[in-house]
């Protein structure tokens, strides 16, 4: 039977008619304890967590709430639930917050106060000490956003506060249908069936289209990049028997596959990624010249050098990678053969399409908003410095600016127009609905990336027609990359058609 009153409540809050009736469903006293809202993007979720957490608390009083979600969200979370608790700020939560509250309580006793809304990373929360403070205190209700990043120790995590019964009521959100459904009370909301409090059908139906932009990579460049798949051939076949130097890999994170992904997005990367290696690379050989055995802090540094030039959020598992040292010093002079062959490249053949698109776009489009995407930091630098020299208005946002940084350069955005350059793990939050081109400059592998890149822009409010363009080499030289295409778009289902 509906609640009136309740459908009433969350009318007023700003909601759409069926998350005003998930709610209903969610808080009723007999429903289940654990739901997952599986809705599409742009639809007001913070706004609907906020009318939640208000409703929750006003009618029961001192609650006490978590969330988590990606830090590059919490900012955003913080500023929407503002005003949710009465006389309670949200408090995203660090080690020094945590210590701090520690501090104020007796010994033996919860830190965390209440009524409380307590805002923090899932890479902090996953942390043996964190999850012991989370899973001995109670939670009135445990909120996860981007709930599909759920793997690894953050389920582990997940899956104890339910088991201990920390959390008395947990609600999952996302936008990524799962594979198969598990004992969590799921919902799925099609995007044909939202509507207005009116009944009007409200979502915007545009066809999700991959649009081919074609350029041709020179022969200089086609040849590098030849060479650096047999060179990340040659390090991806060694086994884990072989020992002695280690490299991170995971089911598709391997130092090889990092290589040929840096490849794919600009010779700027690739060759930042091959001159780190490089660096490492001499340290450790000239250890083994002078028979000096390699530690664990040697293979680390090898590791992180690579793996921190990824702009990417999600969370991956690692292991191990060896190459024997018969071998180890031909691959260093492929190496440096390697670094030869980018100083003889005369042109960037993909950044001068890039650039030569914009400036017909902004030319005759009287100075649209575009977006360039590429998935990692560096890529974002030397494409902005480009734009700007061309003459274009350009704006860059990377996962490792300050929030505040983020939001003046969003804002400048706004304002000027122009062109936005940015990364997944920037990206995430961003609503991007006025957009008309968004540009993939490198292929992400996951096609959960990729539908979040597509959500950034189909959201509630957009108007008009979007394009989601791909910059591709017509020679198909570089087989990595179309096969990375393929892959991507035969999992997604979505058309590929020129531009």
Same mark, same amino acid.
């Given at each position: 039977?509906?609640?009136?009153?309740?459908?009433?409540?969350?009318?007023?809050?700003?909601?759409?008619?069926?998350?005003?009736? !998930?709610?209903?469903? =969610?808080?009723?006293?007999?429903?289940?304890?654990?739901?997952?809202?599986?809705?599409?993007? +742009?639809?007001?979720?913070?706004?609907?967590?906020?009318?939640?957490?208000?409703?929750?608390?006003?009618?029961?009083?001192?609650?006490?709430?978590?969330?988590?979600?990606?830090?590059?969200?919490?900012?955003?979370?913080?500023?929407?639930?503002?005003?949710?608790?009465?006389?309670?700020?949200?408090?995203?939560?660090?080690?020094?917050?945590?210590?701090?509250?520690? &501090?104020?309580?007796?010994?033996?006793?919860?830190?965390?106060?209440?009524?409380?809304?307590?805002?923090?990373? =899932?890479?902090?929360?996953?942390?043996?000490?964190?999850?012991?403070?989370?899973?001995?205190?109670?939670? $009135?209700?445990?909120?996860?956003?981007?709930? #599909?990043?759920?793997?690894?120790?953050?389920?582990?995590? =997940?899956?104890?506060?339910?088991?201990? +019964?920390?959390?008395?009521?947990?609600?999952?959100?996302? /936008?990524?249908?799962?594979?198969?459904?598990?004992?969590?009370?799921?919902?799925?909301?099609?995007?044909?069936?939202?509507? $207005?409090?009116?009944?009007?059908?409200?979502?915007?139906?545009?066809?999700?289209?991959?649009?081919?932009?074609?350029?041709?990579?020179?022969? @200089? @460049?086609?040849?590098?990049?030849? @060479?650096?798949?047999?060179?990340?051939?040659?390090? /991806?076949?060694?086994?884990?028997? *072989?020992?002695?130097?280690?490299?991170? =890999?995971?089911?598709? #994170?391997?130092?090889?596959?990092? %290589?040929?992904?840096?490849?794919?997005?600009?010779?700027?990367?690739?060759?930042?990624?091959?001159?780190?290696?490089?660096?490492?690379?001499?340290?450790?050989?000239?250890?083994?010249?002078?028979?000096?055995?390699?530690?664990?802090?040697?293979?680390?540094?090898?590791?992180?050098?690579?793996?921190? %030039?990824?702009? @990417?959020?999600?969370?991956?598992?690692?292991?191990?990678?060896?190459?024997?040292?018969?071998?180890?010093?031909?691959?260093?002079?492929?190496?440096?053969?390697?670094?030869?062959?980018?100083?003889?490249?005369?042109?960037?053949?993909?950044?001068?399409?890039?650039?030569?698109?914009?400036?017909?776009?902004?030319?005759?489009?009287?100075?649209?908003?575009?977006?360039?995407?590429?998935?990692?930091?560096?890529?974002?630098?030397?494409?902005? &410095?480009?734009?700007?020299?061309? +003459?274009?208005?350009?704006?860059?946002?990377?996962?490792?600016?300050?929030?505040?940084?983020? *939001? $003046?350069?969003?804002?400048?955005?706004?304002?000027?127009?122009?062109?936005?350059?940015?990364?997944?793990?920037?990206?995430? +939050?961003?609503?991007?609905?006025?957009?008309?081109?968004?540009?993939?400059?490198?292929?992400?592998?996951?096609?959960?990336?990729?539908?979040?890149?597509?959500?950034?822009?189909?959201?509630?409010?957009?108007?008009?027609?979007?394009?989601?363009?791909?910059?591709? $080499?017509?020679?198909?030289? !570089?087989?990595?990359?179309?096969?990375?295409?393929?892959?991507?778009?035969?999992?997604?289902?979505?058309?590929?058609?020129?531009?």
């Amino acid at each position: 039977m509906p609640n009136e009153f309740l459908l009433h409540y969350f009318r007023e809050q700003g909601v759409l008619p069926y998350q005003a009736q !998930f709610a209903q469903d =969610f808080l009723a006293p007999d429903a289940p304890y654990c739901w997952r809202l599986v809705e599409p993007v +742009g639809v007001g979720r913070t706004r609907f967590v906020k009318a939640l957490i208000s409703y929750d608390v006003e009618k029961g009083g001192q609650k006490r709430v978590l969330l988590l979600s990606p830090r590059s969200l919490l900012n955003q979370w913080a500023s929407e639930l503002e005003s949710a608790i009465p006389d309670c700020e949200p408090l995203i939560v660090d080690r020094n917050t945590l210590l701090e509250l520690e &501090s104020s309580v007796p010994m033996g006793q919860t830190p965390w106060p209440r009524p409380a809304i307590i805002l923090m990373s =899932f890479d902090l929360a996953k942390r043996d000490d964190m999850a012991d403070s989370l899973s001995d205190a109670h939670w $009135d209700l445990v909120i996860i956003d981007e709930s #599909h990043l759920l793997v690894g120790k953050r389920q582990a995590l =997940f899956s104890r506060l339910i088991q201990t +019964g920390a959390a008395h009521r947990a609600l999952l959100l996302t /936008y990524i249908k799962p594979e198969a459904l598990d004992d969590i009370t799921t919902r799925i909301i099609d995007p044909s069936d939202i509507q $207005d409090w009116d009944g009007q059908r409200i979502y915007p139906s545009f066809d999700k289209k991959l649009l081919t932009l074609s350029y041709r990579r020179s022969n @200089e @460049e086609c040849q590098l990049l030849e @060479e650096i798949q047999q060179f990340a051939k040659a390090i /991806y076949g060694h086994t884990q028997s *072989m020992p002695l130097l280690r490299f991170t =890999f995971s089911y598709e #994170h391997t130092q090889a596959m990092l %290589l040929l992904r840096f490849a794919s997005s600009s010779i700027y990367m690739v060759e930042s990624a091959l001159r780190r290696l490089s660096e490492n690379w001499s340290h450790l050989r000239t250890k083994l010249d002078h028979d000096v055995p390699l530690s664990s802090q040697d293979f680390d540094k090898v590791d992180a050098q690579l793996e921190r %030039l990824s702009d @990417e959020p999600a969370e991956r598992p690692y292991s191990g990678i060896y190459l024997p040292p018969a071998e180890f010093p031909q691959l260093c002079d492929k190496l440096e053969t390697i670094l030869d062959r980018i100083d003889e490249v005369p042109v960037d053949s993909k950044l001068e399409a890039l650039i030569s698109h914009l400036r017909q776009c902004w030319d005759t489009k009287k100075q649209p908003y575009l977006c360039v995407w590429s998935t990692f930091s560096n890529t974002v630098h030397y494409l902005s &410095s480009a734009i700007r020299q061309a +003459g274009i208005p350009v704006h860059s946002l990377t996962g490792s600016m300050k929030p505040e940084t983020l *939001m $003046d350069n969003m804002r400048k955005y706004r304002d000027e127009r122009g062109v936005l350059v940015t990364t997944d793990a920037a990206g995430e +939050g961003v609503t991007l609905e006025y957009v008309k081109e968004c540009i993939i400059y490198d292929l992400p592998l996951s096609p959960i990336t990729f539908e979040q890149r597509w959500g950034r822009f189909l959201r509630l409010g957009r108007k008009e027609e979007f394009r989601m363009v791909l910059l591709r $080499d017509e020679t198909r030289s !570089f087989l990595w990359e179309e096969n990375a295409l393929k892959l991507l778009v035969d999992k997604l289902g979505i058309e590929v058609e020129e531009l």
